[in-house]
């Protein structure tokens, strides 16, 4: 199973050595950028991550479920594309 770029959604990644802490670093050669697996910016877990997706495709509004879940309306925009990105694939 191939890496996919959290950003872009490629598969384009390479292993790009390691941070200090011993987390596996990627590059995605498609957009250029770089992230850790699992990293500080996954805070949220992927359960939380399912279910607001699954408030909003029963028709919730992003703003709405924001203002309820104190999440960042980019935040869950990212998500939604992560979640299409995935379907397409």
């Given at each position: 199973?191939?890496?996919?770029?959290?950003?872009?959604?490629?598969?384009?990644?390479?292993?790009?050595?390691?941070?200090r802490t011993g987390k596996q670093l990627y590059y995605c050669k498609s957009?250029?950028?770089?992230?850790?697996?699992?990293?500080?910016?996954?805070?949220?877990?992927?359960?939380?991550?399912?279910?607001?997706?699954?408030?909003?495709?029963?028709?919730?509004?992003?703003?709405?479920?924001?203002?309820?879940?104190?999440?960042?309306?980019?935040?869950?925009?990212?998500?939604?594309?992560?979640?299409?990105?995935?379907?397409?694939?």
């Amino acid at each position: 199973m191939a890496i996919r770029c959290i950003y872009c959604g490629s598969t384009d990644v390479i292993k790009y050595g390691k941070t200090r802490t011993g987390k596996q670093l990627y590059y995605c050669k498609s957009c250029n950028k770089y992230w850790v697996k699992g990293g500080i910016f996954h805070r949220y877990p992927k359960e939380v991550k399912d279910m607001i997706v699954r408030i909003i495709l029963e028709g919730k509004s992003v703003k709405e479920v924001s203002k309820e879940f104190n999440i960042p309306v980019a935040t869950i925009y990212k998500w939604l594309k992560e979640v299409k990105i995935n379907e397409n694939n």
